[in-house]
């Protein structure tokens, strides 16, 4: 017998929350503080280590270097004020990258396919969303305060970052329950991180000699009205974040989540080369289309101008490898001179890794091996030139263009930086049934694991010290 008219009981979210938490084994309170002990000690000791890392640049900085104190202090705190910005953007395009809202493939199969409100469900992914923007806007504001040791009101400050991570974060949100194209908003996000890195290339270049005199000038009122309006937007943008909820669909919840999931399995796992393949693949899907071409030559000479071809497609890596040559200049600037020749192998390194792509992908698919032919050495080298020529090239722009830059160091990154790249791209898969050792402070640890991730960073650390004794001899 059908019963006709009889009403629908629905659920409200909040029980369906509460029938979830009730599944969870619960923990104890001892258990809890014991945790929350442990994990403080560790923050405790890397956050000492940070503080004493950053008190001694500053007292190098202040201490003297190639440059006068008035051109130090302006282009630094130019050159923090466009990182800055520049890390808003990133923050950006970080979080449409991710989302911002993301539910799991269970939440997405048992709980938003049913008639339960889904902007409620989803009201505590967007405050787990809003917090993550609002921490990271205001540490980006206590980094800017760290690096230009401005005066100012700190209250209102803190503040005005934190409304401005919840804006940022909100107005993503919107764009992600939007039918406007996401990949659009990125593209202009990527114009402006360009731009914005062109901007502190020039005022490394240029030395200007402005300072941010109106930072300190304005008095607290000045920061309390602005940290008011900007509160008021934070209010405003959250309340359409909320609103917009109820249009979000489970195609849409779930556009990081391929991303979302690598990066849980990278971190999980101590090994980041799912999180960069999804990456890597994501970055192909914007392109989209390719021209196809035929490559002459021999099988050496067509690998290699298979690989520029790469190169030439992911522009990005390309403009990475050209920015970070102002990084030795910038260590110049600032008179860091001690750390220069450390800092230039390591930055080498990061610069010639953007160059490194299809050798990682020819080292870590032995599908693609087979598919290309050849012996694996001769695949090897073929995929070493793209990165052996711009380790050279980087290094030889460095001499030219920075003051203060030997050629003895120059040269050691040059053949440094791609070997270290050569030292992480073959790798082999972890293996993760390493005996695990007590050390005392750091508890069992898999020495063997931990052996087996200093691959290439073991290198890159003794060619740093290389370079540092070379400097000092």
Same mark, same amino acid.
């Given at each position: 017998?059908?019963?006709?008219?009889?009403?629908?009981?629905?659920?409200?979210?909040?029980?369906?929350?509460?029938?979830?938490?009730?599944?969870?084994?619960?923990?104890?309170?001892?258990?809890?503080?014991?945790?929350?002990?442990?994990?403080?000690?560790?923050?405790?000791?890397?956050?000492?280590?940070?503080?004493?890392?950053?008190?001694?640049?500053?007292?190098?900085?202040?201490?003297?270097?190639?440059?006068?104190?008035?051109?130090?202090?302006?282009?630094?705190?130019?050159?923090?004020?466009?990182?800055?910005?520049?890390?808003?953007?990133?923050?950006?395009?970080?979080?449409?990258?991710?989302?911002?809202?993301?539910?799991?493939?269970?939440?997405?199969?048992?709980?938003?396919?049913?008639? +339960?409100? @889904?902007?409620?469900? *989803?009201?505590?992914? $967007?405050?787990? #969303?809003?917090?993550?923007?609002? =921490? %990271?806007? !205001? /540490?980006?504001?206590?980094?800017?305060?760290?690096?230009?040791?401005?005066?100012?009101?700190?209250?209102?400050?803190?503040?005005?970052?934190?409304?401005?991570?919840?804006?940022?974060?909100?107005?993503?949100?919107?764009?992600?329950?939007?039918?406007?194209?996401?990949?659009?908003?990125?593209?202009?996000?990527?114009?402006?991180?360009?731009?914005?890195?062109?901007?502190?290339?020039?005022?490394? +270049?240029? @030395?200007?000699?402005? *300072?941010?005199?109106? $930072?300190?000038? #304005?008095?607290?009122?000045?920061? =309390? %009205?602005? !940290? /008011?309006?900007?509160?008021?937007?934070?209010?405003?943008?959250?309340?359409?974040?909320?609103?917009?909820?109820?249009?979000?669909?489970?195609?849409?919840?779930?556009?990081?989540?391929?991303?979302?999931?690598?990066?849980?399995?990278?971190?999980?796992?101590?090994?980041?080369?799912?999180?960069?393949?999804?990456?890597?693949?994501?970055?192909?899907?914007?392109?989209?289309?390719?021209?196809?071409?035929?490559?002459?030559?021999?099988?050496?000479?067509?690998?290699?101008?298979?690989?520029?071809?790469?190169?030439?497609?992911?522009?990005? /890596?390309?403009?990475?490898?050209?920015?970070?040559?102002?990084?030795?200049?910038?260590?110049?600037?600032?008179?860091?001179?001690?750390?220069?020749?450390?800092?230039?192998?390591?930055?080498?390194?990061?610069?010639?890794?953007?160059?490194?792509?299809?050798?990682?992908?020819?080292?870590?698919?032995?599908?693609?091996?087979?598919?290309?032919?050849?012996?694996?050495?001769?695949?090897?080298?073929?995929?070493?030139?793209?990165?052996?020529?711009?380790?050279?090239?980087?290094?030889?722009?460095?001499?030219?263009?920075?003051?203060?830059?030997?050629?003895?160091?120059?040269?050691?990154?040059?053949?440094?930086?791609?070997?270290?790249?050569?030292?992480?791209?073959?790798?082999?898969?972890?293996?993760?049934?390493?005996?695990?050792?007590?050390?005392?402070?750091?508890?069992?640890?898999?020495?063997?694991?931990?052996?087996?991730?200093?691959?290439?960073?073991?290198?890159?650390?003794?060619?740093?010290?290389?370079?540092?004794?070379?400097?000092?001899?």
């Amino acid at each position: 017998m059908t019963v006709v008219g009889a009403p629908r009981i629905v659920p409200k979210a909040g029980a369906l929350r509460s029938r979830k938490r009730s599944w969870k084994p619960r923990r104890s309170l001892p258990y809890l503080l014991y945790a929350l002990l442990e994990r403080g000690i560790y923050v405790a000791i890397l956050g000492g280590l940070i503080v004493e890392v950053v008190r001694s640049g500053f007292e190098r900085v202040e201490g003297g270097g190639a440059a006068p104190e008035a051109v130090r202090t302006s282009v630094t705190q130019l050159t923090a004020a466009v990182i800055a910005v520049l890390c808003v953007v990133l923050l950006a395009k970080a979080l449409l990258a991710f989302g911002p809202l993301y539910a799991g493939a269970p939440a997405r199969t048992w709980l938003l396919s049913t008639p +339960v409100d @889904r902007g409620a469900l *989803l009201s505590r992914h $967007l405050a787990v #969303a809003v917090a993550i923007g609002l =921490a %990271v806007s !205001a /540490g980006l504001g206590f980094a800017f305060l760290a690096v230009t040791r401005l005066s100012v009101p700190l209250v209102p400050w803190f503040t005005l970052w934190a409304a401005l991570g919840v804006v940022l974060t909100c107005l993503c949100v919107l764009v992600q329950a939007g039918h406007r194209s996401v990949r659009g908003v990125q593209r202009g996000l990527s114009v402006a991180a360009y731009a914005l890195v062109g901007v502190a290339a020039a005022i490394l +270049v240029l @030395r200007p000699g402005y *300072l941010l005199p109106g $930072l300190e000038q #304005a008095g607290t009122v000045a920061y =309390a %009205v602005c !940290a /008011g309006v900007v509160l008021a937007l934070a209010v405003v943008a959250a309340h359409l974040a909320r609103r917009s909820l109820d249009a979000m669909t489970r195609g849409m919840v779930s556009s990081g989540a391929e991303l979302a999931t690598a990066a849980q399995v990278s971190v999980l796992s101590l090994d980041v080369t799912l999180f960069w393949s999804i990456v890597a693949e994501r970055r192909a899907r914007t392109i989209a289309r390719v021209r196809p071409a035929a490559i002459s030559g021999s099988r050496f000479v067509a690998l290699v101008k298979a690989d520029l071809a790469r190169v030439r497609r992911t522009p990005t /890596g390309l403009f990475i490898w050209a920015a970070l040559m102002a990084v030795p200049y910038a260590v110049t600037v600032v008179g860091l001179t001690a750390f220069l020749p450390a800092l230039h192998t390591v930055t080498a390194f990061l610069a010639v890794d953007r160059l490194a792509g299809g050798l990682r992908v020819v080292s870590r698919s032995p599908a693609i091996r087979r598919a290309l032919g050849g012996s694996d050495l001769s695949l090897t080298l073929a995929h070493l030139v793209v990165p052996a020529a711009g380790a050279v090239l980087w290094s030889a722009g460095t001499v030219v263009l920075v003051p203060g830059v030997p050629v003895l160091t120059a040269a050691v990154s040059a053949v440094g930086a791609p070997a270290v790249a050569y030292r992480v791209a073959t790798r082999p898969p972890l293996d993760y049934s390493s005996p695990v050792v007590d050390v005392g402070l750091f508890g069992p640890t898999p020495l063997g694991l931990v052996v087996q991730l200093l691959r290439g960073p073991a290198l890159l650390a003794g060619l740093a010290l290389l370079q540092t004794a070379l400097a000092a001899g």
